[in-house]
């Protein structure tokens, strides 16, 4: 069956970087886009953006484009999201997701969710 | 401030029915099929319908999605305890060439 597993929790500094990964297994990973959804503490879901693991192709929200990186290495099936110039206002669970609307599907799978906690 | 407009809670008695409304424009819901996630505190959005009204597998027909020009609507009938949970609803958006969510609806069960 489809997993997305994902890294642990992380602490970061102001202004510092964070990386955070998520393991697929059970599918094709370079078949199908892998987005990035966040949500901070008693808020709603928020869409970061996507990747294609086989072209290398991105899509970021304008809100995020020039501090987040997402990279895949298809070895291993895994994606990376980087958050770089990290604030307070940053700290969230990160989920990694394989999103149906993206295919017009019900072939929709999300990670357990990452928590990112920015304080000085 | 969320691109699709929910109500932020809802609330109705065990047994009953409850209707969760979604409000977009044309370059999302008015053009793109409606998603409907039901997420439970704790975990991971759950998918609970997909293109406007379907159903995935496993989940009850207690469950049911519309769509209407630029605006979506969840109908939950049949009210279990268990239902009590946050309700978002999705759609790609054409002008923003992303994915945007409903602020989430959150769930009573009196």
């Known amino acids: 069956q489809v997993q997305l597993v994902q890294s642990g929790a992380e602490v970061k500094k102001p202004g510092a970087s964070v990386k955070v990964s998520c393991k697929a297994s059970?599918?094709?990973?370079?078949?199908?886009?892998i987005n990035w959804v966040r949500q901070a503490t008693g808020q709603g879901l928020e869409w970061m953006g996507w990747m294609n693991p086989n072209s290398g192709n991105t899509g970021y929200a304008q809100k995020f484009q020039g501090r987040v990186t997402m990279t895949t290495n298809t070895s291993i099936s895994t994606a990376y999201m980087e958050l770089s110039s990290l604030r307070s206002e940053d700290t969230a669970v990160y989920y990694c997701?394989?999103?149906?609307?993206?295919?017009?599907?019900?072939?929709?799978?999300w990670g357990q969710g990452t928590l990112v906690t920015v304080s000085s | 401030q969320s691109v699709l407009t929910q109500p932020p809670s809802a609330s109705e008695t065990p047994g009953q029915r409850v209707t969760i409304s979604c409000s977009g424009s044309s370059s999302n819901i008015g053009g793109n099929y409606v998603y409907w996630y039901q997420q439970l505190p704790g975990t991971a959005p759950k998918l609970l319908i997909y293109?406007?009204?379907q159903r995935p597998s496993g989940v009850p027909d207690r469950f049911s999605g519309s769509k209407s020009g630029t605006s979506a609507s969840l109908a939950i009938s049949g009210l279990r305890s268990e239902d009590e949970a946050d309700y978002y609803c999705?759609?790609?958006?054409?002008?923003?060439?992303?994915?945007?969510f409903g602020g989430g609806t959150k769930l009573t069960v009196l």
């Open positions: 059970g599918y094709t990973f370079t078949s199908y886009d």
């Open positions: 999705a759609a790609w958006d054409d002008s923003l060439s992303g994915v945007v």
């Open positions: 997701a394989k999103i149906g609307l993206i295919t017009k599907s019900d072939d929709d799978y």
């Open positions: 293109r406007n009204n």
